[in-house]
C-alpha cells in the first residue's frame, strides 16, 4: 500500500483498483463533481472516503451510501464556496437552504425532482443525488466563506482530516483516471470517532465505518506517534463504544477483524 508523493500539491498518492464489478453510484458524480472542481480544492469525505479505503485495502464495500460530502479547502482557496456553487450548478445541482429559517445554513445540493415520501418511506422511481459541501470545524475566522450568503456548516474533526489528506487515483470512467483529495486511513477514522460524538443521525453507521477504517491502518504505531489535538480523547470513545461483541465488528471477518481490533487496542493503550 505505497504511496508517493504528488509533484505540484505534495500529498502522497495511491492508486485505486476498482471494487469488483466496478465503482457504485455515487461515485460517477464524484468523477463529475472532480472534472468541474480542482483537487486542490475539496477533500472528499463522509461514507465514501470509507468506502475508498476499504476498496483499497480488499474490504469491498462496507456501507453502501447515496451522498457525496465533501469539505472545502478555504484556508488555502480564496473564493472556493462561491466556485463550488457555479461548477455544482454546472451540473444540474440546485442549492437548498435550511429548513428551519432560524438556522441561516446552506451545505446540501439535490439534482433530480423525485423524493422520498416521507409518510411511507417509499422512494421513487429516481431518488435525488445529493452533494453536501462543509469546511473543516476550526479554519482562521479571516478566511470564512459565505455560501449564497449563508453561513457554511462546520464538519467536527474536519481541520484534521485536512491535515491528513492524500490524493487518490481511480477510473471511476474507464480509460479516465480521476484523482481526488481524501484523508488518509488514521485521519479518515478520527473524523469518524468525532463524527460519532456529534451526529445523532442513525450514530451507529459511524462505528461501522469506523471499523473497516482501523482495518485500513498499516502502521498503528507511527500514527500513535503522530497523535495531535483531540485525537486521543476521540480514539478512547471508539474503544469505549466498540466491546469485542458490538455488532459493528461483524462489518469484518478473519484477518481483518483481527487487524482492526489489534489496531484499536494499539492506538488506545496507555504508555
Not at 429559517?101 to 435525488?128: L, W
Not at 477510473?171 to 488514521?186: D, E, M, W
Not at 495531535?228 to 471508539?238: C, E, F, I
Amino acid at each position: 500500500m505505497s504511496a508517493r508523493k504528488h509533484p505540484r500539491i505534495q500529498r502522497p498518492v495511491i492508486d485505486i483498483a476498482a471494487a469488483t464489478g466496478g465503482w457504485p453510484d455515487p461515485w460517477p458524480n464524484v468523477a463529475e463533481i472532480a472534472g468541474v472542481l480542482p483537487a486542490d480544492k475539496w477533500t472528499l469525505v463522509g461514507g465514501l472516503m470509507t468506502q475508498l479505503h476499504s476498496i483499497h485495502h480488499g474490504l469491498g464495500v462496507v456501507r453502501p451510501t447515496n451522498d457525496v460530502d465533501i469539505v472545502l479547502h478555504v484556508e488555502t482557496s480564496r473564493g472556493v464556496a462561491g466556485q463550488t456553487q457555479r461548477a455544482l450548478h454546472s451540473l444540474g445541482y440546485d442549492l437548498r437552504p435550511a429548513v428551519d429559517p432560524r438556522h441561516n445554513t446552506a451545505h446540501r445540493f439535490y439534482r433530480g425532482t423525485s423524493k422520498i415520501d416521507v409518510v411511507t418511506d417509499h422512494p421513487a422511481e429516481e431518488p435525488q443525488e445529493v452533494v453536501d459541501v462543509l469546511v473543516a470545524d476550526h479554519h482562521a475566522p479571516k478566511v470564512t466563506q459565505r455560501l449564497a450568503g449563508r453561513a457554511m456548516v462546520r464538519i467536527e474533526g474536519g481541520t484534521q482530516a485536512l491535515r491528513r489528506t492524500i490524493n487518490a487515483r481511480l477510473q471511476i470512467v474507464p480509460g479516465t483516471i480521476t484523482t481526488i483529495s481524501v484523508p488518509g486511513a488514521f485521519g479518515a477514522l478520527i473524523l469518524k470517532a468525532a463524527a460519532y460524538k456529534t451526529d445523532s443521525r442513525d450514530p451507529d453507521r459511524h462505528l461501522r465505518d469506523a471499523v473497516a477504517l482501523l482495518a485500513c491502518i498499516d502502521d498503528p504505531f507511527a500514527e500513535r506517534d503522530g497523535f495531535t489535538g483531540s485525537d486521543r480523547s476521540r480514539l478512547q470513545t471508539l474503544r469505549t463504544r466498540l466491546p469485542p461483541d458490538h455488532i459493528s465488528w461483524t462489518v469484518l471477518n478473519g484477518q481483518q477483524r483481527t487487524d482492526a481490533e489489534t489496531a484499536l487496542q494499539i492506538l488506545t493503550d496507555e504508555d
